[in-house]
């Protein structure tokens, strides 16, 4: 995997900010874009423009056909059994929040119980404590180990045939940490529970079977994976989805329409009311296409080595405490001393180099650890062993600047 030459294919990496080449560090928050994937939203803007489904003149079937060629695309990136299970949403929060509103209000009652864990960021923890008000149902969390990992004990204590829900990012956005997904979907349709996965984390770094791993639903957003932003994935089994209402009305979902009743579409278009969002979709089928060619495991390859690394060298910079487990996705969250992040951050952006600083939308997570916020740093495939001395550099400029309070 020829690192430099990926990272050329970015425009936005070349460019200097505050006089620094830019190091940019937060693609957990939002991944950069390949030429390929700009032009391939820019040529539909400029050749193709049209809506999809409605029309049979030339523009709109040629949108029609490169709109569910991008499902196809999406379908095979995840192995889906049909691309009747690939609904297309705006990320991974409306995909969630999809299933809370339609499956999890249709099928919750008192006593009935929805598990998730600390770690979760808020688009997987408000839309099922909303559900939980709706319905009656409980809402209870799977302890965490010190480490910040879930342990498939406490998952089985956690989850009873009373669980009717389980949901759980597939990697931390935070810690890093990558959740067994397999071994807890099993035990959650041992108990008779379907289970959720925040994939947001997930999909951009590593290959991902939804039917390897047998999950119910998989979430995940286009723009943490080279893709536009506004343009996401909700995979659920088809049997599943089928007995599901839509939670959005009008548009191409609709089948038929008299003055008091209304039919809808088949699957996956009763899920997608309005006009969808087509350039984002080719936009993700485009970024599919890069991803494959470069490849998921040599991605997830690069990122385990360039994380490691990262931790060596941060380690050396004493009063820097870092979260997380020893194994764990490619980012790094940290703090440096009793200096706020954001001032940290502040910091290592005059210096050209990007990083996250804040809560990252995961405050009961904050609690756990005992901190108000945190820095991230977090790596794609464009990243180098460059990039993470550079930031090493930067934060012993960020102690020398804030040495009284370290």
Known sequence: MDVRAIKEQFPILGQEVNGHPLVYLDSSATSQKPVSVIEA???YYRETNSNVHRGVHTLGTRATDQYEGAREKVRAFINAKSTAEVIFTRGTT???NT?????ARANLKEGDEIVITPMEHHSNIIPWQQAAKATG???KYIPLQEDGTVSLEDARETITPNTKIVAIAHVSNV???????????KIAHENNAVIVVDGAQGAPHMQVDVQDLDVDFYAFSGHKMCAPTGIGVLYGKRELLENMEPVEFGGEMIDFVNLYDSTWKELPWKFEAGTPIIAGAIGLGAAIDFLNEVGLDN????EKKLAAYAIDKLR????????GPKERAALVTFNLGEVHPHDTATVLDAEGIAVRAGHHCAQPLMKWLDVTATARASFYLYNTEEDVDRLVEGLLKAKEYFGDVL
């Open 41 to 43: 939203v820019a040529k």
């Open 94 to 96: 409306t995909a969630i």
């Open 99 to 103: 299933i809370a509103w339609s499956y």
């Open 137 to 139: 149902a409980t809402l």
């Open 175 to 185: 810690l890093g940490t990558i959740n067994p997904i397999k071994e807890i979907t």
């Open 299 to 302: 991605i997830l390859e690069h």
């Open 316 to 323: 050396e910079v004493n009063g820097i405490t870092i979260y």
